[in-house]
């Protein structure tokens, strides 16, 4: 699968007022993030061995118009190609009616237990 959307209905716990700007009952930036997070770790699941997991590594992300709390979003994901080996890239954007942001969020493939020891420590 080198492509995944999901529709979301903008929540109160996805707006901004949640996020640091009282009373702005919009879809925030952080949000959104968490959505496209999840997005591509689901799209990135399948191809994993067993024992294996991605991070997010890197985010570069335009947030160019609101979206009301109540309004319907699709979340956008695309393989892009990949970086350095186990990295991937991916094109992000959320569409509404009219692009509401983009950008390439990047994951890397790393050992589960590994990383857990690693932040157990």
């Given at each position: 699968?080198t492509?995944?959307?999901?529709?979301i209905?903008?929540?109160?716990?996805?707006s901004?007022s949640?996020w640091?700007?009282?009373?702005?009952?919009?879809?925030?930036?952080p949000?959104?993030?968490g959505?496209?997070e999840r997005?591509?770790?689901?799209l990135?699941?399948?191809?994993?061995?067993?024992?294996?997991?991605?991070v997010g590594?890197?985010?570069v992300?335009?947030?160019?118009?609101?979206?009301?709390?109540?309004?319907v979003?699709v979340?956008?994901?695309?393989?892009?190609?990949s970086?350095?080996?186990?990295r991937?890239?991916f094109a992000?954007k959320?569409?509404?009616?009219?692009?509401?942001?983009d950008?390439?969020?990047?994951r890397?493939?790393?050992?589960?237990?590994?990383?857990?020891?690693?932040?157990?420590?």
């Open positions: 699968m492509s995944n959307e999901r529709r209905t903008v929540s109160p716990d996805d901004a949640r640091g700007n009282p009373g702005i009952e919009v879809l925030s930036t949000a959104i993030l959505h496209v997005l591509c770790a689901d990135l699941e399948p191809q994993l061995a067993p024992g294996e997991m991605t590594v890197q985010v992300m335009n947030h160019r118009a609101p979206a009301r709390v109540g309004e979003v979340i956008e994901a695309t393989a892009a190609g970086g350095s080996p186990p991937f890239d992000v959320s569409v509404d009616g009219s692009v509401l942001c950008g390439v969020h990047q890397a493939v790393v050992d589960a237990d590994r990383f857990r020891a690693r932040i157990s420590a």
